[in-house]
């Protein structure tokens, strides 16, 4: 039997960070993966470039998230500045894009994942290996016998990176409901034909709840950053477990074309053009507040002939463009699982020390990463969330 201080059961960013630190205090420490490779899913991050944080400062940051009490001593433990110097020390700088999001100034995902290996030189990696059984005060699949075990399993989707239901069951820590997060959603409609369009800074509403962003047609439905965060809220308001069941998907969503105007200031706008500019057709008036492309599908939605010159058109068409532009629904009929991006839910936090990432049922039990009842919008939050919480874990598992 091997013997170790500290197990790290997956080679994710939280993971992977998680054995760094605890290497720092520790010098018997291994890490596990169960893919030939590690870091897979962070390969994929931000289409390959990696959005690996949000510079917002930390309190507003902090606002961002559901469980902000939760992550507040982590994230105080690493802060952006202490993360980004770990790689700017060893040459990868840094740049901010819109809404504070950093990328790696070589925008290669790679060169993240290969840094953060750099700093596994003291850790023996093992790949290829399953955790499959971990018995109490800790026995790992009848092979290794550490004292202290960090589980960095992640979440459920892209089952090709490694992540699987049955990592949430390689302890008995109670759970909280598994669901699907940042999932563009699929239309009963079909859109094709507007597939690669974008909506730029539109408000969506679901219920009661508005998001505003950018919306993204696909060939089955919509997605794009206000989407996806929109469905973090749908997603939680379903009733569902993922251990159990999949979500039963029917409802309807409304998208704010105009959230420039009021239905009153476009009452009085339209009012006043379709008097002053009776000549001009309704599709190309409509450029004055519509994306070109979506204009045309519109309009037929609406069953209105774009060439219609304004001054032709009644008063009850008038009054339905001005409706749909402030409320366009759409009929959802699921969820495009394979494109979620997180898993919402996870290990219950009420179980688990904020200050240390262990678990306050089974002591000598720590988690970090996905694995855990957390998650954020999309924007450089969630690998904040792994990196923060790894970094953490690895911390108080080597220094206690
Ligand atoms: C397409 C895509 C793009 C994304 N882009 C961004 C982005 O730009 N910015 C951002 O902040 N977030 C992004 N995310 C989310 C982010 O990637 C995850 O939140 C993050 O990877 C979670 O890290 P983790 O280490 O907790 O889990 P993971 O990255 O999922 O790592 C878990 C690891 O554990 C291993 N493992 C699981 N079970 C076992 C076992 N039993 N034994 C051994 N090993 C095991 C897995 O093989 C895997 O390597 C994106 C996600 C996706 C899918």
């Not at 090709?160 to 999932?183: A, E, R």
């Not at 749909?324 to 898993?343: M, P």
Request: net charge negative.
């Amino acid at each position: 039997m091997e013997e170790y201080d500290i197990a790290v059961v997956g080679g994710g960013p939280a993971g992977i960070m998680a054995a760094i630190v605890a290497s720092w205090n520790s010098s018997r420490v291994i890490l596990l993966e169960k893919n030939p490779s590690p870091g897979r899913k962070l390969l994929m991050t931000g289409g390959g470039r990696c959005n690996i944080t949000n510079l917002k400062p930390i309190k507003k940051l902090l606002n961002i998230y559901p469980q902000k009490n939760f992550l507040k001593h982590s994230f105080y433990t690493l802060t952006n500045e202490k993360l980004l110097s770990l790689f700017e020390d060893k040459g990868l700088g840094f740049i901010e894009e819109d809404d504070n999001r950093i990328f790696p100034e070589t925008e290669r995902s790679s060169d993240v994942l290969e840094i953060l290996l750099g700093y596994l030189e003291d850790v023996d990696v093992r790949y290829d290996f399953e955790v499959k059984s971990i018995v109490e005060n800790f026995i790992i699949n009848d092979e290794i016998t550490v004292d202290k075990i960090i589980i960095a399993t992640g979440g459920v989707t892209y089952p090709q990176t490694g992540c699987s239901i049955g990592n949430y069951c390689l302890t008995s820590q109670p759970l909280t409901d598994i669901k699907y997060g940042l999932v563009p959603l699929i239309t009963k409609k079909d859109l094709s034909g507007i597939a690669g369009i974008t909506l730029y800074d539109v408000i969506i509403s679901y219920n009661k709840s508005k998001v505003q962003g950018n919306v993204l047609f696909s060939h089955v439905g919509l997605t794009g950053p206000g989407i996806i965060n929109l469905s973090n809220i749908i997603s939680q308001s379903l009733s569902y477990n993922l251990l159990d069941n999949e979500p039963d998907v029917d409802f309807e969503i409304a998208i704010d074309l105009c959230p420039a105007f009021t239905r009153e200031e476009l009452q009085k706008k339209f009012t006043i053009d379709f008097q002053s500019k009776g000549k001009t057709m309704i599709k190309n008036y409509l450029k004055l507040f519509l994306t070109g492309g979506f204009i045309d599908f519109f309009l037929d939605e609406l069953a209105i002939e774009g060439e219609t010159q304004l001054s032709r058109i009644d008063k009850k068409s008038k009054n339905r463009l001005i409706e749909n532009l402030k409320r366009f629904s759409f009929e959802i009929i699921g969820f495009n699982k394979d494109l979620a991006k997180v898993t919402i839910g996870g290990v219950d936090l009420a179980n688990v020390n904020p200050k240390t990432m262990e678990s306050t049922l089974t002591p000598n039990l720590y988690f970090a990463g996905e694995v855990l009842d957390l998650h954020g919008p999309t924007g450089g939050y969630n690998l904040k969330i792994a990196f923060s919480t790894g970094f953490l874990a690895g911390l108080s598992a080597s220094e206690n």
